[in-house]
Nanobody, 122 residues
Framework: QVQMVESGGGSVQAGGSLRLSCAAS????????MGWFRQAPGKEREFVAY????????NYANSMKGRFTISRDNAKNLVYLQMNSLKPEDTAVYYC???????????????WGQGTQVTVSS
């Protein structure tokens, strides 16, 4: 079982940066793919990025490529999402997710954090 707690959200102006962190519990953290999703009011949960258990591969949603970077530190049970060049449309609650085999569909992920709010103003 994996439990996650996200942090690092906040308010920023367009063009700014934020780094989200996801602290995961459990000795089996290293065996899990880790992902980030987001959900804006009135919209479905949207794929942002995910990283393999080893950190050797990462996938991004097209609109995040070149702006967002996902990384993980398996020694510290941490996953990060570095977000640069933020836009007002990036405003959402950002969720950390874990699964033995993740993907771009939210339904494929079993464990979820409670989320952290990111607000980007123009």
């Amino acid at each position: 079982q994996v439990q996650m707690v996200e942090s690092g959200g906040g308010s920023v102006q367009a063009g700014g940066s934020l780094r989200l962190s996801c602290a995961a519990s459990g000795r089996t953290f290293i065996t899990y793919d880790m992902g980030w999703f987001r959900q804006a009011p009135g919209k479905e949960r949207e794929f942002v990025a995910y990283i393999s258990w080893s950190g050797g591969s990462a996938n991004y949603a097209n609109s995040m490529k070149g702006r967002f970077t996902i990384s993980r530190d398996n020694a510290k049970n941490l996953v990060y999402l570095q977000m640069n060049s933020l836009k007002p449309e990036d405003t959402a609650v950002y969720y950390c997710a874990a699964d033995l085999s993740g993907g771009e569909l939210a339904s494929r992920w079993y464990y979820w954090g409670q989320g952290t709010q990111v607000t980007v103003s123009s």
